[in-house]
């Protein structure tokens, strides 16, 4: 079993109302529920079905995901910020699995 | 479905290779079949196959999924490659031009590949004055298709926007 490892690209500092880029990925096999093994039997659908970006506490982006996602989803997303604050970043898995990542992000 | 060949139109007059004193009857079974073919080779070489899901079909799906009619606008741009060598990283971008205030911004984009076996692919969910309808990601394709984009205004309006990509692999097996 590959172990799911969230990364994310997050400026440290930005300026008050700047749009900064976030680019979130997250290592994971994505399985679709269509593939079948070497014996016939369907592989179950294990994917991460949901991510959500949290600026203190709040969500502020958020994508639905389906199987045709790619292996080892990635996202690249913009925010803007008025104050400082903790910028979280959730992935959900099928299954109840959650990974997440935190982020103190300083606004000049 | 390549789009119907207006055989009148297509044909090529056959010039040298038959000559001109077969003008009177040079529309033949047989030129008649090779020019067909000919153009309706060319025809899908211009229109990749599946050309033919016109706007009324991908409506009407649009419909069925979100209940409402969308209006094709280009306030909404997908950008992804028109060829890609495989169908299981396939980049995605989308973009929508949106102030997004409280009172006018994007709700959602929600991607949809109405040729792979499970057609939903994504839906991105965005927040006024705190992100940007502004998202690149990558996706997978079973064949090569239109990839719709739909987007959701705070009025409640439904963009829409679609562009074909060719993938040489099926990325969903």
Partial sequence: MVPVTPRVQVPSSVTRGEVFQVKALVG???ETGLRRDNEGHVIPRDIINKFVCRFNGIAVFSADLHEAVSANPYLEFYLRATESG???FVWYEDGGGVYSLA???VVD | MPKPVDVEASITPP???IGKNLSANWLTRRTLVSASAATLALTIAVTPAG???DDDDTIELVKRLTGKTPAVSDRLRLSMPATFPNGYTVPLGI???SPM???DHVRYVRIVAPRNPLIEVA???FVPERSLPHVSTRIRLAEPQFILALAELSNGALLMTKTWVDVATNGCA
Wanted: proline letters at 0%; hydrophobic letters at 25%.
């Fill in chain 1, 103 to 105: 982020h103190q992000l």
């Fill in chain 2, 15 to 17: 010039g040298s290779r």
């Fill in chain 1, 28 to 30: 994971h096999k994505m």
């Fill in chain 2, 51 to 53: 050309a033919g899901e």
């Fill in chain 2, 101 to 103: 205030t409280e009172s």
């Fill in chain 1, 86 to 88: 903790r910028l979280e």
């Fill in chain 2, 95 to 97: 973009e929508v031009e």
């Fill in chain 2, 123 to 125: 839906t991105f969910h």
